[in-house]
Nanobody
Framework: DVQLQASGGGLVQAGGSLRLSCAAS????????IGWFRQAPGKGREGVSC????????WYSDSVKGRFTISSDNAKNTVYLQMNSLKPEDMAVYYC????????????WGQGTQVTVSS
């Protein structure tokens, strides 16, 4: 089974930065993508970013484009989400998820990590 462990959330002031990490394991194929979605209280899930394992292509939501950067360290089986210029509206629980492709629905996800942005 695929296992995903997210970490790195915390409290930051608006304009600040955080880096989330996702340790991933258990893949039996090279065709997959790792990404992040978030969920704020009372709101639905919102896809944030994704990176394809086999070709490194990335995807970002319009709301984070230019502020967030996703990257992967295949040797460590870890995906990172560098979040800069954080805004109060970025506050949510962030989940690391596994996809067949970045444009497909999430197939599995791990426990989320809370990101709190104070204004």
């Amino acid at each position: 089974d695929v296992q995903l462990q997210a970490s790195g959330g915390g409290l930051v002031q608006a304009g600040g930065s955080l880096r989330l990490s996702c340790a991933a394991s258990g893949f039996t194929s090279d065709t997959y993508a790792i990404g992040w979605f978030r969920q704020a209280p009372g709101k639905g899930r919102e896809g944030v970013s994704c990176i394809s394992h086999n070709d490194g292509r990335t995807w970002y939501s319009d709301s984070v484009k230019g502020r967030f950067t996703i990257s992967s360290d295949n040797a460590k089986n870890t995906v990172y989400l560098q979040m800069n210029s954080l805004k109060p509206e970025d506050m949510a629980v962030y989940y690391c998820a596994e996809y067949r492709y970045c444009t497909a629905p999430a197939r599995s996800w791990g426990q989320g990590t809370q990101v709190t942005v104070s204004s």
